[in-house]
């Protein structure tokens, strides 16, 4: 059942090597130069942004994760008192599983909790094609107050559950139409395998407001799956795919020069402030996290909200070395170099 694997998930996620072994994000080949003399004052950078309507204290979001059972509904919430507390954008895991048993709504919603953060629903594009629509997505939307909608892609991942869905036919004008009737910004996001020049041309003009690379060198959703599929004993992939993907700032660097115009989110390896640091110099306009933010909240709230500041502290200090006072400052430096 759907509620399982959603547990199954969460499990593996926290017990399990689940992260590319070889295959890495990118940020590594990209230094900054540092400044000895930066000429401004550290406690004058500023990493606030607006973003569809909604203040953010900085370029952060907690990447959707998850919902559907009690443990993801403590996670929720402690990621939300976080977020709400700190000032960054959050989105929520798949909704399918709160669509198809309404009951379980409650593990996703999280605006009592966090009443001015920017939040998204999500659903998997894939779903467009076994019945979804412009009224689902609505009621995805509606279900957590969203202030917009996430689809993600995940066609490796489908490929991988003996139980996927795997018709991924004609789902760009699919987008399209939703984009056109849903009351909110649609946005697009990977699950770990990036987005190539390719996908990227194909949507840009579909009415998407932003994508999430959501990059190859972070967590892996091909372990995961066959870390279920092993403890089933219907394992049929080898490991053949355990370095698939785009690397998150290639992915990042390709849909930039084809879709400038949109909101850029950069998620897949992100770990560090410095890495989000790069992250918004390559052209993000925020980055992305989920595995640091799910093992910190299965803690608490007050574990969350201590990583988010220590990652704001890092992104301050890398914009400080290299007198950067503000994101659009960081996002034109002249001071970031490729090594390798």
Same mark, same amino acid.
């Given at each position: 059942?759907?509620q ?11 017990e ?9 994000s990118g940020?590594?080949?990209?230094r ?7 000429e401004?004052?550290r406690?004058?950078i ?7 309507g ?14 559907g059972?009690e ?6 919430r402690?990621?939300a008192? #976080? ?9 929520v ?21 966090? &009443?001015?953060i920017?939040?998204?629903?999500n ?15 609505l ?12 689809f993600?892609?995940?066609?490796l ?12 036919k004609?789902?760009? #004008? ?7 009737n849903?009351?909110? &910004?649609?946005?697009?996001k990977?699950?770990? @395998? ?7 041309r ?6 998407i407001?932003?994508?999430?690379? #959501? ?28 370095? @698939? ?8 660097? @390709? ?10 989110? *950069? ?12 992250a918004?110099s390559?052209? *993000? ?10 093992? #910190?909240?299965?803690?608490s ?8 500041t ?14 950067a006072?503000t ?14």
């Open positions: 059942m759907i399982n694997r959603k547990e199954e998930h969460l499990r593996i996620c926290l399990e090597n689940v992260e590319a072994h070889l295959l890495t940020f590594e080949k990209f900054f130069i540092h400044q000895a003399l930066p401004i004052d406690d004058e500023d990493v606030s942004l607006t973003l569809f909604k203040k953010l204290c900085a370029p952060i979001l907690i990447s959707p994760m998850t919902g059972s443990a993801g509904k403590r996670i929720n402690n990621l008192l #976080a977020a709400q507390k700190v000032g960054v954008a959050m989105g895991g798949s909704q399918r599983i709160a669509l198809e048993f309404p009951e379980l709504a409650h593990t996703f919603q999280i605006r009592d909790l966090a &009443p001015d920017l939040l998204f629903a659903l998997g594009a894939v779903q467009l094609n076994y019945g979804y629509g412009v009224k689902e997505c009621k995805a939307v509606e279900m957590i107050e969203a202030d917009g909608l996430i993600h892609l995940n066609a991942q489908e490929a991988c559950q003996p139980e996927g869905n795997r018709n991924f004609g789902l760009t #004008a699919k987008i399209g139409e939703v984009c056109r849903l009351p909110v &910004p649609v946005l697009i990977e699950c770990g @395998w990036g987005i190539s020049r390719e996908v990227a194909r949507l840009k003009d579909t009415g407001q932003g994508i999430d690379v #959501a990059g190859a060198g972070g967590t892996s959703w091909f372990f995961i799956e066959n870390y279920r599929a092993k403890a089933k004993k219907k394992a049929y992939l080898s490991d053949s795919f355990r370095e @698939w993907g785009i690397p998150t700032v290639e992915s990042l660097l @390709w849909v930039r020069e084809v879709a400038p115009h949109l909101i850029l989110i *950069a998620s897949g390896g992100v770990r560090t402030g410095l890495d989000i640091a790069k918004i390559l052209g *993000a306009t925020m980055a992305g996290l989920a595995l640091p933010m799910l093992k #910190a909240a299965t803690q709230a007050d574990a969350v909200t201590e990583k988010l220590i990652l704001i502290e890092e992104l301050k200090t890398a914009m400080f070395c290299i007198g006072s994101l659009e400052e960081l996002r034109n430096t002249p001071y970031l170099q490729r090594v390798s």
